[in-house]
């Protein structure tokens, strides 16, 4: 069972910066590949970013490309989602994924076996 925590949501302005943090359980976080999704009122869950068990790999939606960073700390048990240049259609809630199983579960967000709870994001204009 992996346990995942999220935090660093909260209110910002258009322009600014948040970084998300998802905490996990268990002592095979490396072994973990990791993504983070989001979802606003009224949409459907969307791909944000994910990264490879070494961080080798990463991905990123077309709409975060270039605003978006997603990396990881395996020593911590933890990967971050450092947002910059916010803009208002990205107020969502985010939730990061794991899967344990392979190297790197990409934008398919059936690929992940464990969600957190998830951390508001609003963006003001």
């Known amino acids: 069972q992996v346990h995942l925590v999220e935090s660093g949501g909260g209110l910002v302005q258009t322009g600014g910066s948040l970084r998300l943090s998802c905490a996990a359980s268990?002592?095979?976080?490396?072994?973990?590949?990791m993504g983070w999704f989001r979802q606003a009122p009224g949409k459907e869950r969307e791909f944000v970013a994910a990264?490879?068990?070494?961080?080798?790999?990463?991905g990123y939606a077309d709409s975060v490309k270039g605003r978006f960073s997603i990396s990881r700390d395996n020593a911590k048990n933890t990967v971050y989602l450092q947002m910059n240049s916010l803009k208002p259609e990205d107020t969502a809630v985010y939730s990061c994924?794991?899967?344990?199983?392979?190297?790197?579960?990409?934008?398919?967000?059936?690929?992940?076996?464990?969600w957190g709870q998830g951390t508001q994001v609003t963006v003001s204009s």
């Open positions: 268990g002592r095979t976080f490396s072994s973990y590949s």
């Open positions: 990264i490879s068990r070494n961080s080798m790999s990463t």
């Open positions: 994924g794991a899967d344990t199983e392979s190297y790197y579960a990409g934008s398919y967000y059936y690929n992940y076996d464990y």
